[in-house]
C-alpha cells in the first residue's frame, strides 16, 4: 500500500491523494496525515482510489471522518477511480450496503 499527497500549484485548486493497494490498520497513521495535511491546505480534496484493492474498517473511519471535516470547512472532497466493486464489496464486509455515498 501507498499513499501519495500529490502537492498543487497555487493555479490548481485540487489537492489529490492517490491511494495504491489494500487501504488497512497498517497504513492508517500515512493515511491520516495525507488527509490532515489535505484538509490544511484548504482547497477541494480528491482522493484517487483506482489502484486501491481494499478498505478495511480503519480505512473507511478516515475516510468518512475527513469527509465530515471537509464539509464542515466548505470544502468539497470526493472519490474518483474507484475499480469496481471494490468499494461496495468492502462496505458490505462491514455491514454498511446502506450507507450514503461519497459525491
Not at 500529490?6 to 490498520?25: F, M
Not at 491546505?41 to 480503519?58: H, M, N, S
Request: glycine share 10%; proline share 0%; with cysteine.
Amino acid at each position: 500500500m501507498s499513499i501519495a499527497l500529490n502537492q498543487t500549484d497555487e493555479q490548481d485548486q485540487i489537492t489529490r491523494i492517490v491511494l495504491c493497494g489494500s487501504v488497512d490498520v497498517c497504513t492508517a497513521a500515512e493515511l491520516r496525515t495525507a488527509l490532515l495535511d489535505a484538509l490544511a491546505g484548504g482547497k477541494e480534496i480528491e482522493i484517487a482510489t483506482g489502484e486501491a484493492t481494499g478498505f478495511d474498517v480503519t480505512a473507511h473511519q478516515l475516510l468518512w471522518a475527513a469527509r465530515r471535516e471537509s464539509r464542515r470547512a466548505g470544502l468539497k472532497l470526493t472519490l474518483s477511480g474507484l475499480q469496481s466493486g471494490v468499494w461496495e464489496s468492502s462496505l458490505a464486509e462491514l455491514g454498511m450496503e446502506e450507507a450514503e455515498g461519497f459525491s
